[in-house]
């Protein structure tokens, strides 16, 4: 199959073509570790809280708590719900699945839905990658699945940086984000922190491996979002174009009324997709190319936080 023609991609922060790729790591990493870990506060618990194995304390049951950690004994002698907190994992094995579909090759704002994936795994890796942590990589490609082993270091994090930042423009075709996920379970089998980077845009069945995949690991959904996905210009006539098929259709942007069934569609598709992270019990970070990633980084790991927050219980002698 011949090589799709793609125009020129947009200037961003990430992809100057006069910087070498030991630059853009460069930056990346003071970006992660100065101003997002600098906004932060060094907060490590707010990002990965990471449940480990010894029991802590408990506190009451809130809304949006994970049922599965309800304490029965507790909720049965207090009469109320209550949840059962558990010591914190410090040493992490954190494994980041990025679907490297040709969708994610668009982008109309500030950069690419690309280089929001590549943002993302930096911080995931920069902000996790310490005090013995490891960090490893699946690339979901259309033409399969490639799995870079977790291990520790800075230098093992780059690697992957500028794996992802080297990676050529996918060929046209769909990647399986059902065996990606699934793959993120079955090819480590150590607990820990399980991240899906997606535009989630493939619809053939990857909810019930998400569910699947967050009833053993702690697991992340960042979405990825650019604003002309959401709602259309009025430029007139348009040719648009399926990246993952190819498929060509002309669309007048002109009619209002074309324009609305659109944002409609693309709002209720999103809501599906919110719906269905929130259903599996995985948390959610929308990143879009016409925001700082970086504040709605801290904003998502503040609102964990606030939610993990252990507020121990009195809870009567046993």
Not at 29 to 50: F, N, Q, S, T
Request: aromatic share 4%; hydrophobic share 40%.
């Amino acid at each position: 199959m011949s090589r799709r023609s793609t125009p020129p991609r947009r200037a961003h922060p990430y992809d100057d073509q006069r910087d070498s790729v030991d630059h853009v790591l460069r930056r990346l990493e003071v970006d992660v570790r100065m101003r997002l870990d600098g906004m932060l506060h060094g907060d490590y618990r707010g990002l990965v809280p990471g449940h480990g194995s010894e029991p802590g304390e408990a506190r009451l049951y809130e809304p949006g708590d994970d049922v599965r950690r309800i304490d029965w004994n507790v909720t049965a002698r207090l009469q109320t719900p209550h949840i059962r907190q558990s010591i914190a994992e410090r040493e992490l094995e954190t494994i980041v699945g990025v679907d490297i579909s040709a969708s994610l090759d668009f982008g109309t704002a500030q950069c690419e839905k690309r280089d929001l994936a590549v943002a993302a795994v930096a911080a995931l890796g920069f902000l996790t990658g310490r005090v013995g942590n490891r960090f490893g990589a699946e690339f979901i490609r259309p033409n399969g699945i490639e799995t870079i082993p977790a291990r520790q270091g800075r230098d093992h994090v780059l690697s992957i940086v500028r794996k992802l930042l080297t990676e050529p423009r996918a060929e046209e075709g769909r990647t399986d984000l059902v065996a990606g996920i699934a793959a993120l379970g079955s090819a480590h089998r150590r607990r820990g922190l399980r991240v899906i980077v997606s535009d989630f845009l493939a619809t053939d069945g990857w909810q019930h491996e998400l569910r699947r995949l967050s009833a053993r690991h702690e697991t992340l959904a960042v979405e990825i979002i650019d604003p002309r996905e959401m709602e259309l210009p009025n430029v007139g006539h348009m040719m648009v174009v399926d990246p993952r098929s190819g498929r060509r259709r002309r669309v007048s942007t002109g009619s209002a009324q074309f324009r609305d069934r659109y944002a409609a569609a693309a709002a209720e598709q999103r809501s599906d997709i919110a719906t269905a992270i929130r259903n599996s019990g995985t948390d959610h970070l929308v990143l879009r190319t016409d925001r700082d990633w970086l504040l709605d980084t801290v904003a998502f790991v503040a609102a964990r936080k606030r939610r993990n927050e252990v507020r121990p219980a009195k809870v009567a002698a046993r």
